[in-house]
Every structure is written in C-alpha cells, then in structure tokens.
C-alpha cells in the first residue's frame, strides 16, 4: 500500500456522505424507510492545488497511475490533517475519478477528488502450499477486477499438478 504524496493542498472539501437508507413508496403515501448499516459511507474528499511546478504535478499523477486509477488504496500523510480529527487516522482511500489539471504556463491547478474507506477491510490469502516455493500473498487490494468467472490455474506450480479452480459471481455462467 502506498502513501498519497506529501504534497498539502490550497483547499479541501469533504463530504461526510451519508447512511445506507433506502425509501420505499406506500399505498398510504407515506415512505418507509430502511436503514442497511449502522455506519455512514460514502465520504468524499477534494483537494485542490493551485500553482503546482511540473515535479509536483508529476507525483499525483505518478501516484493515480501507481495506484491504478481508482483500484488500489492508499493512506494519506500524517502532516495532511494537522491536529484535526476529521475521519480516522486508520482510513484507507482511493481516487474517485482520475485527477483533473488546468495548465497555466509552467503552473497546474489540479483537483483530486478522493473516497475515504471506513470500517472493516478484508484481508484475502492465496496460499500456494504445493507449489515449489510454498509462498503466501496477503492484499488488501480487490482481488480481481472485471467480469466473472474468474479462473485460477495451477498448471505451472511444481510438482506439475494441474488444479483450475473457477469462481463464480452472482449466477455466472462458465
């Protein structure tokens, strides 16, 4: 996981979202309400730098390639909220959308727009005991991206054992 650059902005906004209610109409007119999470989500945060010299620029957008657009976290400096306490120090991020810059000459004004994750992160292990190297990889990260099944094949791992394992997703078809 990597740290977002140390770079302060101008300006922040944030956005504290909301809870996870739902509404749904009545005969009688009124909604009913329903409420799926004892927690808020959906907390946004945007920076906004202005007068940024092209090495400074470099790094936030170093950093969303790094972090593969919006799929990977990261946390943020622990200079970025001073003594405040706004969210929790352990939350995790990620970019909303990619970094938007307005060039003026040899200065950038850029706008990141952030989304604090709050809560329980899941921890996933891949555990290679047969293979030859009997190696573990733990990540945070979304253990795939894209359109189901997913399809693990073993047929490389010493000894040379083929194993498929296919996981499904939601009533996806093979």
């Known amino acids: 996981m990597t740290v977002y650059p140390e770079l302060l902005p101008a300006g922040f ?13 009545t005969l009688i007119g009124a909604p009913v ?3 799926h999470s004892l927690r808020q989500s959906n907390y946004r945060l945007t920076l906004t730098y202005t007068n940024l010299v092209e090495s400074q620029a470099t790094l936030i ?3 969303y390639v790094d972090s593969n657009g919006s799929h990977r976290t990261f946390t943020l400096p622990t200079t970025f909220w001073g003594s405040n306490d706004v969210l929790p120090s352990d ?7 990619k970094p938007e810059e307005t060039q003026r000459g040899i200065y950038t004004d850029m706008t990141v727009e ?4 709050i ?3 899941l921890l996933y292990d891949l555990i290679g005991e047969s293979a030859a190297l009997g190696a573990e990889a733990s990540f ?3 253990a795939m991206t894209g359109t189901a099944p997913f399809i693990l094949e073993a047929d490389d ?8 394992l296919i996981i499904q997703a939601g009533g996806a078809e093979s």
Do not use: C, M
């Open 91 to 97: 939350s995790l991020y990620r970019y909303a959308a």
């Open 114 to 117: 952030l989304i604090a994750l």
């Open 13 to 25: 906004q944030y956005d504290l979202g909301g809870l996870n209610v739902s509404s749904e109409e």
């Open 119 to 121: 809560g329980n992160f």
């Open 33 to 35: 309400l329903f409420r």
């Open 140 to 142: 945070t990260s979304y």
């Open 61 to 63: 957008r170093d950093h």
């Open 157 to 164: 791992a010493d000894p040379a054992v083929a194993a498929t």
